[in-house]
């Protein structure tokens, strides 16, 4: 009876967290290249991409994954450009909405469209990538 075949081993924390960081440093600098194409910060990029609809800058900061007054001074930068706009917020008096004009609304797009393509996400198939989603939010959580 011959052996049975060694199962593979897991991978290791330190494993899977290089691959993470690796993921994150490759979403980077493409995120990097594609705000450069359009004159941007990759902060900025970022912004409009979480912007699909209008957000408080807690909310766009939560998204960003940075401190409001980074996400304030992003949003300060863009609504210098012409990309955004403040506005009331309808149900809360002390808050105001980040809404994109018109200008902001296509370079969004623009920018959304460039981030896909040859993003590193991309190169997933679209099963890989809900996986990886699943994945990433569950250890995030």
């Known amino acids: 009876m011959s052996p049975s075949p060694a199962l593979p081993r897991p991978p290791s924390d330190s494993e899977v967290c290089s691959l993470v960081n690796a993921l994150a440093q490759a979403i980077d600098r493409h995120t990097r290249q594609v705000a450069d194409r359009f004159g941007l910060t990759p902060a900025q990029a970022v912004a409009l991409r979480e912007l699909p609809e209008p957000r408080t800058l807690r909310e766009l900061a939560q998204r960003m994954h940075c401190e409001a007054s980074n996400a304030t001074f992003v949003a300060d930068r863009l609504e210098a450009m012409d990309l955004l ?19 902001g609304a296509k370079l969004r797009k623009d920018v959304v469209r460039q981030l896909g393509v040859d993003s590193p996400i991309g190169r997933l198939t679209r099963n890989e990538q809900d996986t990886l989603r699943e994945l990433l939010a569950r250890a995030t959580d």
């Open 85 to 103: 706009e403040r506005r009331p917020h309808p149900t809360d008096r002390r808050a105001k909405l980040l809404h994109l004009t018109p200008e």
